[in-house]
């Protein structure tokens, strides 16, 4: 079985949009305490790039490690957390930066458990969303593309581990 690559989003494509939502949180968020929540793996470079996107001096970053998938391309609809984040929320305002939102039981497992660690507020930034999968409905305050319902890899995202260093994102198929 082979697998190949057909572009969706080139860089030029991405590093463009991911600058328009940088400036529009930094409008947004001006004069406020933000923690970028970063769910790993998958939003490593997209989030590398908003940060820098981001025009705020009061900016914290944090990392939280997620696991929802085997292998394969289907959610297991279980969401387990590999790595919590380092210090609490409580009083800040968290920005959930995400890969994809996909069927949306990771946003919405995520932002039940925040609440209850009383920050301030949660919002959610995501780089593309595939509505025509969607599980439970989650409101995206900040998001890049919407794309069709097709397996994506690359600019951080993976298909079982491999193609999340391509600068661009791009379908995978298998023959
Ligand atoms: P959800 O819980 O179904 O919304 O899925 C969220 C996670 O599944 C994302 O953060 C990704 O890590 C992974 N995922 C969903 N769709 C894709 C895809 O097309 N390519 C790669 N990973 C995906
Ligand atoms: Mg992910």
């Known amino acids: 079985m082979s697998e190949r690559l057909v572009t969706m989003l080139d860089q030029e494509t991405i590093a463009a949009r991911v600058k328009e939502l940088g ?3 930094s409008r947004d968020y ?3 305490n933000v923690v ?3 769910v790993l793996k ?4 997209f989030a590398a790039d908003l940060c820098r996107a981001i ?3 009061n900016l914290r970053i944090d990392f939280l490690g997620v696991r929802s998938y085997g292998e394969g391309t289907e ?3 279980v969401v387990q957390i590999t790595q919590d984040l380092s210090r609490p929320i409580a009083g ?3 920005i959930i930066v995400e890969d994809i939102v996909d069927t949306g039981l990771t946003i919405a497992h995520l932002m039940d458990l925040f609440r209850t660690r009383n920050p301030r507020s949660v919002k959610v930034c995501a780089l593309l969303h595939k509505p025509a999968r969607a599980r439970v409905s989650v409101d995206v305050d900040y998001l890049g593309f919407t794309i069709e319902d097709k ?3 690359g600019y951080g995202l993976d298909f079982a581990e491999k193609y999340r260093n391509l600068p661009y994102i791009g379908i995978v198929t298998r023959d």
Do not use: K, N, P, Y
Not at 42 to 45: A, D, I, Q, R, T
């Open 23 to 25: 400036a529009q949180i």
């Open 92 to 94: 800040e305002d968290v």
């Open 30 to 32: 001006q004069g406020q």
């Open 151 to 153: 397996f994506v890899v």
């Open 42 to 45: 998958g939003s490593f470079l």
């Open 55 to 57: 025009d705020m001096h």
């Open 36 to 38: 970028l929540v970063v």
């Open 75 to 77: 959610t297991s609809g």
